[in-house]
């Protein structure tokens, strides 16, 4: 079966929706190319915490990413609304965040005063709170609480209703058709149009193509693009949350501050009488992921949940376990917009906070799609941000790697996992490794590991490698 269409969207999440919504009052044929339901789906997996501020720690208060989330986070809710009326369905929102630290942790600490100035900063209503005035907040005795904040225009969206939702909008649409299947394969035609081949032996021709389809983005059309477009690598945040009995009652999500890679522990109450608990974040190779959360991963969040927010949550009825894979580019920066070839747009790196930015990534993908003037964004792919990731400087890279590498290994009270041990020696042979040149093969991995990913996640990338490959040290 062929398909001819003006403009071919691939992705199933959040953001592709967002995206053939946004062009689905243009004079153009649209079409969809979405897996009904992917094991693997980010936003099917989130807890989907609109949360630009509960999102920054000292490290990124200043980004220009904690800043697009802030300016879109604005208007979020009205979007949503809007969806849910053409939908004629509901899409669950909770208003209000409560920020609890840990008093042993200094890297909660530092997030939290950071979370406070950026608020101060943007005069955001907030509040600081007594840690024992947080509902349902009853840490087991080994952990001593922090400062706590209540964010009260900070809240939450059910993904799943959202893309229902959307899903209903554009099949409401008479100009956005959507095809239920995968895309294995792009391949340019000979009269310069894209042919999108799917699993189920389908093609579908565009004279416009806009992949967004996360982690499976950059491998669809890496040979598509200009070779120093190489620099433009993503890996798989890959994680896992849970669902619970919502046994207090919780109105308002309770949340840690972001730790190391991960998006701190969080609580967020669902429709139905349940919460969403999450989540883990471990750096992966896309093509090494599972399809389903690891056993390591539940136990982490349930050690965590039990110990850190209320220990009355043993008792708790596990009712779900979500598993997905957010996109992460080599500079955290999302990819927005066009690319060295004519017609091809991409929409990926969007890590934790892909649906908050949905709304805004889509008016300006749609705008680029259709000619209309683009708008000024800072995550463009230009000469100069593939220079800047090309040319990082290994040492700070690395000298920043270990602080965030250790903080994946060590627990908020200081202890170390069941299994993390060996993680931790490996790690700190690593970086002799790498700061001596003991061994220069293995110091020539490292460095070509941490060129090709972010600072956090290159540690961990390496650390989940082949043992068979590492060196023995005495």
């Known amino acids: 079966m062929t398909i001819n269409c003006d403009v071919a969207v691939v992705g199933g999440g959040a953001l592709a929706l967002a995206i053939a919504r946004e062009l689905r009052d243009a004079d153009a044929t649209i079409t969809l190319i979405r897996p009904a339901r992917s094991s693997r789906s980010a936003t099917l997996a989130a807890g989907a915490m609109q949360g630009a501020f509960g999102e920054v720690t000292a490290d990124n208060a200043s980004s220009p990413v904690t800043d697009f989330c802030i300016a879109t ?73 922090g400062p706590a904040l209540f964010i009260e225009r900070e809240g939450t969206v059910e993904p799943r209703q959202l893309i229902t939702a959307l899903t209903a909008v554009l099949m409401a649409s008479g100009n956005v058709s959507i095809l239920d299947d995968t895309a294995e394969q792009v391949q340019e035609t000979a009269d310069g149009k894209y042919r999108v081949i799917t699993s189920h032996s389908s093609d579908v021709i565009a004279e416009k193509l806009i992949v967004a389809a996360g982690v499976h983005t950059m491998s669809l059309v890496a040979h598509l693009l200009p070779s120093d477009y190489s620099a433009l690598r993503t890996f798989a945040g890959q994680g896992s949350a849970l669902e619970m009995d919502n046994v207090t009652g919780a109105v308002h999500t309770v949340r840690t501050p972001n730790r190391g890679t991960a998006c701190g522990l969080h609580v967020v109450p669902l429709s139905g009488g349940r919460v969403y608990v999450g989540a883990t974040n471990r750096a992966r190779h896309v093509l090494a992921t599972g399809t389903g ?52 747009l991409l929409a990926t790196g969007t890590h934790r906070t892909g649906i908050l930015m949905s709304p805004r990534i889509a008016e300006l993908v749609a705008a680029d799609a ?14 100069q941000r593939l220079r800047n990731i090309r040319e990082r400087d290994n040492t700070d890279l690395v000298r920043t790697a270990i602080p965030s590498a250790l903080d994946e290994y060590l627990k908020p009270d200081g202890h170390l996992p069941y299994d993390r041990r060996e ?8 970086m002799y490794d790498l700061a001596v040149g003991k061994n220069k093969a293995e110091s020539e991995r490292i460095l070509n590991t941490i060129q090709h990913y972010p600072a956090f996640a290159a540690l961990s990338l390496y650390n989940s490698s082949e043992k068979a490959d590492r060196p023995t040290h005495p």
């Open 293 to 344: 959360a690891p056993a390591e991963d539940v136990h982490q969040l349930l050690e965590g949940l039990i110990h850190e927010i209320g220990t009355y949550y043993s008792k708790a009825p596990l009712r779900e376990v979500h598993f997905g894979l957010r996109p992460v580019t080599a500079d955290n920066q999302p990819i927005i917009g066009e690319t060295g070839r004519e017609g091809l």
């Open 423 to 430: 993680g931790l020696i490996h790690l700190f042979t690593t």
């Open 73 to 145: 986070q604005t208007g979020f809710e009205n979007w949503v609304g809007l969806v849910a009326q053409e939908a004629g369905a509901p899409v669950h929102i909770t208003k209000g965040t409560f920020i609890v630290s840990s008093a042993g942790s200094a890297e909660d600490n530092a997030n939290l005063k950071a979370i406070e100035a950026k608020l101060s900063e943007k005069k955001e209503p907030y509040q600081r709170v007594s840690p024992g005035d947080v509902p349902g907040y009853s840490p087991h005795s080994s952990v001593a609480p």
């Open 370 to 383: 259709l000619g209309k003037t683009p708008a000024a964004h800072p995550f463009r792919i230009t000469s």
